[in-house]
């Protein structure tokens, strides 16, 4: 994972590859849990993605707080294979954590070629902010 801060775009920028071997084993492996918004909407998602995009989160957290919350930078999160999947869950959760986010629509991801990880209604809810090819 990298991220970087674009003062020209007025944007945070957070990437992330697909499978790197190890641990992607056991995140590929893991069944299935419920994640629940701030707002009470329970989407079921891939524990494993879902564990690794919580831990995403707490990382990058402090500096999207810094910038995107205090300053009012955008957030576009990217991602290829395992990476696109928890690029998803990742904006879906900032999105949560950070509701004034949610407020001005300043969460966007992609995923590409990312595997399904969320149910058809959590799907649908985030279609909006990410953007899955």
């Known amino acids: 994972m990298s991220m970087e801060v674009s003062p020209n775009h007025e944007q945070v920028q957070i990437s992330m590859t697909g499978e790197s071997g190890g641990l992607d084993c056991i995140e590929v492996t893991c069944g299935e849990n419920i994640f629940e918004a701030s707002d009470g909407t329970k ?33 576009l999160i990217c991602g290829h294979s395992l990476g696109g999947a928890a690029a998803a869950l990742l904006a879906f959760v900032l999105r949560t954590r950070l509701p004034s986010l949610s407020r001005r629509n300043a969460v966007h991801a992609l995923a590409y070629g990312p595997p399904p990880v969320i149910d058809a209604d959590g799907a649908s809810s985030c279609s909006s902010y990410v953007t899955s090819v």
């Open 43 to 75: 989407v079921h998602c891939h524990e494993g993605i879902l564990l690794s995009s919580l831990r995403l989160c707490d990382q990058v957290q402090p500096q999207v707080e810094k910038f995107a919350v205090r300053r009012d930078y955008n957030v």
